[in-house]
């Protein structure tokens, strides 16, 4: 007999969706829908995987110097009856305003500027969307600086602080799992590909993942690191690519630690690394803006050769034959163009960009492209895996990831069952060795003539009591130490200026979680943990200490 869901039920896995276009201005990149105010005013927006905000373009983040689709181009989209020109928080009733302060993320990346915070209604879909889920007083920052072209949604739990604020102000995503509109803080995503079949927009799933998507079960785990701020580390133990212009050639002689991170379109490198990518692929480093261009004849035998650039991932720098994945992309992966404010007109270019050190090390959407990302923040661990593609794409076979603890252990939505294999098969063995007792505790009763209750079989404690074991050990996790400060909160700028001198003295607040769980077998099947992460022994200073890291 199938298990029956409580009325209570755990809810389902949430797809947010998208906008069907390709927006930005340094390459083509599935967009995803929200909406921010009462009434509702509708954004094209970005994800990233290490921003806890949502930004959404200011009415100033363009000017008469700019092109006129400037505010399309940035994600507004129409509001009454008009093209936006931003975030009109005079016309949203529940606008609440907290204060003009620096926006911080990728603050190591040379990323500025400032956001005027505030609490408001945030929808994850279009004004019009009614079944998508909706929270009332969110932080959102409207932006007008142009490192950030398009806005951005945050999948990070991190909470943010205000000096006009007492306490920590909990981040959207942290609040839907609160607010029972998904079933974990994890998420799935996968950035979308335009060169593949007839452009396979993105996937972002909240409190999931689509296993039809991913290419192959993969082997492990990877580990959080212990920086709470850059916790989605990786090793990078090898780079190699096949028909480059010099055949098969290696682009890394070590490896290197970097952090997975969707806000940047870049793969940020070490210069050898660099260097090696311009030898082998032709291209060229225009100083004054730091990127790797493409000039046409280079791009059209790139075309003929059609390289493979493959990225070895582990938990470590160092090769492993079984606790790594490898990610190959095509060159059409990279094949992007980049344009205005940093062209005027757009220019084919290569998205790699030199970093300085293990600060700036970072694999952006550029490998998210190929890659199937899954994050489990309650667990402290993450996947990446190749992603699948077909012509039509597989049809969504979306599974739940379930907070530890939780006494439904996932399923598959929309099986037969409420069971999984493993749980049947645990059932069956259960209800056979129970039979061979009854039968001589039977045996053994009718021959000292005393009456014995058979005992009442319960199928349902049978495969809890299987699921609990198979579930993973945890493992503990260590307080990063507080950094000494005269200050513990965000603190305001003053209109558009920079950083006050008090703001330099901000600290982290408690992580507030030292304890961590691998995934339950209903989950990816790959929990095999690694000592001795590298990855998670990372202690990087914070240059930007403006948020709160609590859990």
């Not at 975030?87 to 400032?114: C, K, R, V």
């Not at 951005?152 to 991190?158: A, E, Q, R």
């Not at 490998?367 to 994050?375: D, F, N, P, T």
Request: glycine share 8%.
């Amino acid at each position: 007999m199938p298990l029956q869901r409580r009325e209570d039920s755990i809810p389902q896995p949430y797809t947010v969706p998208t906008t069907g276009e390709w927006d930005g201005n340094d390459g083509p990149w599935s967009s995803f829908r929200l909406s921010v105010g009462t009434p509702p005013q509708d954004f094209r927006v970005l994800v990233s995987t290490r921003g806890h905000e949502t930004f959404v373009l200011d009415p100033h983040g363009c000017t008469s110097t700019d092109p006129s689709n400037c505010t399309s181009a940035r994600g507004a989209e129409p509001f009454n009856g008009a093209q936006s020109s931003g975030f009109n928080t005079n016309a949203s009733s529940t606008w609440d305003i907290i204060g003009i302060y620096d926006l911080g993320l990728e603050a190591e990346l040379g990323y500025t500027g400032n956001g005027q915070y505030g609490y408001d209604t945030i929808r994850l879909g279009y004004s019009q969307d009614q079944s998508a889920p909706a929270l009332d007083r969110q932080v959102v920052a409207s932006i007008t600086d142009k490192s950030f072209f398009m806005g951005v949604i945050g999948l990070s739990p991190t909470s943010s602080s205000f000096t006009s604020i007492s306490e920590p102000v909990k981040s959207f995503f942290r609040q839907l799992k609160q607010s029972n509109s998904i079933p974990s803080e994890s998420y799935a995503y996968t950035a979308g590909a335009p060169y593949r079949y007839n452009k396979v927009l993105g996937n972002l799933i909240l409190g999931g993942y689509d296993q039809a998507r991913i290419a192959s079960p993969p082997s492990f785990n990877f580990t959080f690191a212990s920086d709470e701020s850059r916790d989605l580390v990786v090793g990078v133990q090898s780079i190699t690519a096949t028909s480059s212009l010099n055949g098969v050639v290696a682009m890394t002689s070590t490896g290197h630690l970097s952090v997975v991170d969707s806000t940047v379109a870049e793969l940020w490198l070490p210069t050898d690394v660099c260097d090696a990518f311009a030898s082998n692929f032709g291209l060229s480093y225009d100083e004054n803006t730091t990127y790797y261009l493409v000039n046409d004849t280079i791009h059209s035998r790139l075309v003929e050769l059609n390289p493979t650039i493959t990225f070895k991932l582990g938990n470590e720098i160092y090769t492993s034959a079984t606790n790594s994945t490898n990610i190959a992309l095509p060159y059409a992966a990279f094949d992007l163009q980049v344009g205005y404010p940093h062209y005027n007109t757009s220019q084919r270019y290569f998205p790699i960009r030199r970093g300085a050190n293990d600060s700036q090390y970072t694999l952006g959407r550029t490998l998210l492209q190929e890659a199937y990302l899954i994050v489990d923040h309650e667990r402290r661990n993450f996947t990446i895996a190749q992603t699948k593609f077909s012509d039509p794409l597989p049809s969504p076979d979306i599974v739940s990831i379930l907070s530890p603890g939780t006494d439904d252990h996932g399923e598959t939505l929309g099986s037969a069952t409420g069971l999984s294999a493993g749980a049947t098969a645990g059932i069956a063995v259960a209800v056979s060795v129970f039979g061979v007792f009854a039968l001589v505790a039977l045996i053994f009763c009718w021959r000292r003539r005393r009456r014995t209750h058979r005992p009442e079989f319960r199928p349902d404690a049978a495969w809890e009591q299987q699921q609990q074991q198979q579930e993973s050990k945890p493992y503990g996790y260590p307080r990063p130490p507080l950094i000494e400060s005269d200050s513990n909160q965000r603190f305001e700028m003053q209109g558009q200026g920079g950083l006050s001198p008090q703001d330099k003295n901000r600290q982290e607040l408690d992580p507030g979680r030292d304890v961590a769980y691998e995934l339950a077998s209903a989950h990816v099947p790959m929990v095999y943990e690694m000592d001795g992460n590298a990855a998670q022994q990372r202690e990087n200073s914070r240059k930007h200490n403006r948020f709160s890291y609590q859990r």
